[in-house]
């Protein structure tokens, strides 16, 4: 019998009735059935059945950045509940929505000092570009700029004016036509391009091709770029500093603002609090949500300078939760927490313990071509043939995810060739042990299946 007092069965036959799966594919979900979660503590999820997993991707969003059960988030919001639950948006603020602002302005790179909130990450996407168009109004020297150049594979979210900027064909083809306006460029990536270029003639190729995009667009017209400082597509790709300090020139040059997608990057996944400061990246504007709260209330933000901030009269936009009280005091707790535990620090030091336990164990075996991530985010990629780094003949990824699920541990497959680890930054060295020693037998026994082993 679950809570709702319904059967096992009953629970799994409702929510076939009556639930939309966003992303999953139903073939599989009506083969399977749905996961549904009952309880979970610390980095352990445990399901309707009873099964319980070491959640290895921070809850599947990668949202959860401080893990399951923490009672120190649930008292502070359930205090702000009590007290004060909302109060609507424009001018009416609660403290600590002011109080977060702040914090969140000492924390964030560069001169990133004025805030606003949203829901979640597609309306910080959303928010950030209109913010780019009206400043471009206001300030008056592009106010015909509108267009917004992003990048290939990138992801943004799935709001119609988030959506156009993701290049997860997908997700944006089945909503298309959608927004005009917006363009692609390449992204830098590791370990393997569409070019074969090595991977540093690469990344100078795909920073240049930014500002000849501009170039093409008009610069008159092009109001912002908008990129992940690391991007999740194809697996944690992180490019070096210099890409992103060519990107800062060719903005600067044309007055095109820069827009650094922080969304799963910010708040600690990488070992800082945002992954800008590894690339000595100074946006113009940045998005956050996800581990801002660690998942335990819905918010999202968007941090710009106040330059351009102070450039406009009356910022034309409105969402109902704007700067919803509780969840600011979900986040001022989050952050809390983690400036008191010095978790960000933590996951620093674990991401280097994970990476080069990842590497140590799993780069000769015979489908793993590379192994690659930062702080408490990590991606192992693989390949069918380690000289030309083709791709698997038949992606094998979900067979391995679906092993190490079997054997008690979370991960997620990304793009087609590579498999995702997002723990909580409260994971420990044995989580770290387990994951690698999971992941090795997984790999181990579809390689077998491929007659490799
Ligand atoms: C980089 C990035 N931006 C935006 C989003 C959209 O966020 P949300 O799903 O909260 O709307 C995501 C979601 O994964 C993301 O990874």
Not at 15 to 41: N, S, W, Y
Not at 205 to 226: K, N, R, S, T
């Amino acid at each position: 019998m679950t809570r709702t007092g319904l059967s096992t069965e009953q629970l799994v036959q409702t929510a076939m009735d009556h639930c939309i799966f966003p992303l999953a594919q139903m073939e599989e979900v009506r083969a399977k059935g749905p996961t549904i979660f009952v309880e979970a503590e610390g980095a352990h999820v445990t399901d309707v059945r009873g099964r319980t997993y070491l959640d290895m991707m921070g809850t599947h969003t990668r949202a959860n950045s401080l893990g399951y059960g923490n009672q120190e988030i649930a008292q502070a919001i359930y205090e702000q509940l009590a007290t004060l639950h909302y109060v609507g948006t424009a001018d009416n603020l609660s403290e600590p929505v002011i109080e977060l602002s702040a914090k969140i302005a000492s924390l964030a790179p560069g001169d990133l000092s004025r805030v606003t909130y949203v829901s979640g990450g597609s309306e910080a996407v959303e928010t950030a570009i209109k913010i780019a168009r009206q400043y471009h109004l206001n300030a008056g020297r592009k106010p015909r700029a509108y267009k917004i150049i992003s990048r290939w594979n990138a992801y943004h979210g799935a709001t119609m004016g988030a959506l156009a900027a993701t290049d997860w064909l997908g997700t944006r083809h089945v909503s298309e036509p959608g927004m005009t306006g917006y363009s692609f460029i390449p992204a830098p990536t590791h370990y393997r391009n569409p070019f074969g270029m090595d991977d540093a003639t690469y990344e100078a190729f795909c920073a240049d091709y930014l500002e000849q995009q501009i170039l093409h667009e008009g610069p008159e017209l092009v109001a912002a770029f908008i990129a992940e400082p690391i991007m999740q597509q194809h697996g944690v790709q992180m490019p070096s500093p210099s890409y992103f300090k060519r990107v800062r020139e060719i903005c600067t040059k044309y007055d095109v603002l820069l827009i650094a997608d922080e969304v799963i990057t910010g708040f600690g996944r990488t070992g800082a609090w945002f992954a800008s400061y590894h690339l000595d990246l100074e946006p113009d504007i940045m998005t956050m949500a996800k581990a801002l709260t660690a998942g335990y209330m819905p918010m999202g933000g968007v941090i710009t300078t106040a330059a351009i901030a102070d450039a406009m009269p009356v910022f034309r936009h409105v969402h109902t939760f704007s700067g919803h009280a509780a969840a600011a005091a979900a986040a001022l707790t989050v952050i809390g927490i983690k400036e008191r535990d010095g978790l960000v620090d933590k996951a620093k030091r674990d991401g280097e313990y994970l990476h080069a336990a990842l590497r140590e164990v799993l780069i000769d075996k015979p489908i793993v071509g590379d192994v690659r991530g930062i702080g408490m985010w990590h991606a192992v990629d693989f390949t069918g043939d380690k000289e030309s780094r083709e791709r698997l003949p038949v992606d094998r990824t979900k067979a391995i995810v679906a092993k190490m699920r079997e054997k008690g541990v979370i991960v997620s497959a990304i793009g087609t060739t590579a498999f995702e680890m997002a723990p909580p930054l409260i994971c420990t060295r044995p989580d770290f042990d387990r994951t690698v020693q999971v992941a090795a037998e997984a790999i181990d026994e579809v390689a077998a299946e491929m007659g490799l082993a």
